[in-house]
């Protein structure tokens, strides 16, 4: 297993341990901050894996089903954790988690309909932002989990500080995930078609939009 891959089997390990930790009440708010801390760890890893596998030419089938396997249960997990304590407040956050699940099951269906005809689906611009942007909006709530804990003046202005640029954030992450749906399915709507054009073809051209996304 090369180094790229190793870093996303990393990340899935982070997120049980990263759940762990924010749930253990029975060291808060200090299991909100180490949960907080794994959080950003795991998304480095992201960060690195993929940039690793292209740069050194380690990019395999393998990596390809790790790699979004660990995005995926990492921001899912991680804003699973802060909707279902209400640091989100209710109804946002169980509509933004809804909005994130069913865009992961529409682009996990557009890639298996795309594998199944020999066509790779190249990740798209407003899917990278939308990773961003949980990268950040996530460990911001998970840290406000525990910061809120605190009381005193500093920490009320502090908290709510936080609280308002983390939600605006937050809010953006929603649209951008919004827009990565109609994205990637208007930008892929060809392997739907019954008559596909040659694969290469096709192919080529994903690539070049790729690359002028970059």
Request: aromatic share 14%; proline share 3%.
């Amino acid at each position: 297993m090369n180094l790229p891959n190793k870093l996303s089997v990393v990340r899935i390990v982070l997120v049980p341990v990263m759940m762990f930790f924010y749930l253990a009440t029975f060291i808060d708010p200090w299991g909100k901050f180490v949960a907080c801390a794994i959080f950003i760890v795991a998304a480095i890893t992201d960060l690195l894996d993929g940039k690793i596998a292209r740069k050194t030419g380690q990019v395999t089938d393998l990596g390809k089903l790790l790699d979004p396997t660990a995005d995926r249960l990492l921001y899912n997990c991680g804003l699973l954790l802060v909707v279902a304590d209400q640091t989100i407040p209710m109804p946002y956050g169980v509509i933004a988690l809804a909005i994130l699940l069913f865009r992961d099951f529409i682009i996990s269906g557009i890639r298996q309909v795309a594998a199944s005809k020999g066509v790779v689906v190249a990740a798209v611009l407003s899917g990278k932002i939308k990773a961003i942007l949980h990268y950040i909006q996530i460990p911001m709530f998970i840290f406000y989990a525990g910061s809120s804990l605190f009381t005193g003046a500093f920490w009320d202005v502090f908290n709510q500080v936080l609280f308002i640029a983390a939600f605006v954030v937050f809010a953006m992450a929603t649209l951008v995930t919004i827009w990565s749906i109609f994205d990637y399915s208007y930008k892929n709507k060809f392997v739907f078609q019954e008559n596909n054009t040659k694969k290469e073809e096709v192919n080529s051209q994903k690539e070049k939009d790729s690359n002028e996304e970059k």
